[in-house]
T-cell receptor, first 114, second 116 residues
Framework: DAKTTQPPSMDCAEGRAANLPCNHS???????VYWYRQIHSQGPQYIIH???NNETNEMASLIITEDRKSSTLILPHATLRDTAVYYC???????????????FGKGTLLTVNP | DSGVTQTPKHLITATGQRVTLRCSPR?????VYWYQQSLDQGLQFLIQ???????AKGNILERFSAQQFPDLHSELNLSSLELGDSALYFC???????????????FGPGTRLLVL
């Protein structure tokens, strides 16, 4: 699985958009970008994933650059409850007997301030 | 609530002892994954089961073992416990374990193990 690089921490004001970057310059054509978050010692929570097109769901938007070497997770209106460690993970998505483990890095600690 | 349940929530035991952690996957999910999260190692994959069979192994110690039962719940057995085994243990489940868009893993709340 490709490695990812994320800033260790970021701050955001409540009500503003939080934009969390992730670099994955060695991503392969069959690898998806997944985002999870972990709120203080709780189980990681799935947010969103994508292959090459931008994706949006009720939680967030995922913007993937055309060359797929980086992506940005956008929380449109951050709240205090969005304070968490956000993990960007690149993982193979095709079948074929591969190991589908998630490889977590250190993630980005997003702190939403009132 | 992810739909994945884990018991117990907390476990305190002594070195050398053996414990069993239990995980019930989301309804309909066939694949179960176990992860360990310690302060110095972060979240690490231990092992995956799919429909009762071991599918993949990660950095799982020989003192640790797991199994998935016919009703698809899974147990992680930790034996000869050491102080360094103190950690959060998470279980995740996914629909198939065979790749593709159905492979989103949903995590349980975890079991916090403290070895004294």
């Amino acid at each position: 699985d490709a490695k990812t690089t994320q800033p260790p921490s970021m701050d955001c004001a409540e009500g503003r958009a939080a934009n969390l970057p992730c670099n994955h310059s060695t991503i392969s054509g069959n690898e998806y970008v997944y985002w999870y978050r972990q709120i203080h010692s709780q189980g990681p929570q799935y947010i969103i994933h994508g292959l090459k097109n931008n994706e949006t769901n009720e939680m967030a938007s995922l913007i993937i650059t055309e060359d797929r070497k980086s992506s940005t997770l956008i929380l449109p209106h951050a709240t205090l409850r969005d304070t968490a460690v956000y993990y960007c993970i690149v993982r193979v998505g095709d079948s074929g007997g591969s190991n589908y483990k998630l490889t977590f890095g250190k993630g980005t600690l997003l702190t939403v301030n009132p | 609530d992810s739909g994945v349940t884990q018991t117990p929530k907390h476990l305190i035991t002594a070195t050398g002892q053996r414990v069993t952690l239990r995980c019930s996957p989301r309804s309909g999910d066939l694949s179960v994954y176990w992860y360990q999260q310690s302060l110095d190692q972060g979240l690490q994959f231990l092992i995956q089961y799919y429909n009762g069979e071991e599918r993949a192994k990660g950095n799982i110690l020989e003192r640790f073992s797991a199994q998935q039962f016919p009703d698809l719940h899974s147990e992680l057995n930790l034996s000869s416990l050491e102080l360094g085994d103190s950690a959060l243990y998470f279980c995740a489940s996914s629909v198939a374990g065979t790749g593709g868009l159905r492979e989103t893993q949903y995590f349980g709340p975890g079991t916090r193990l403290l070895v004294l």
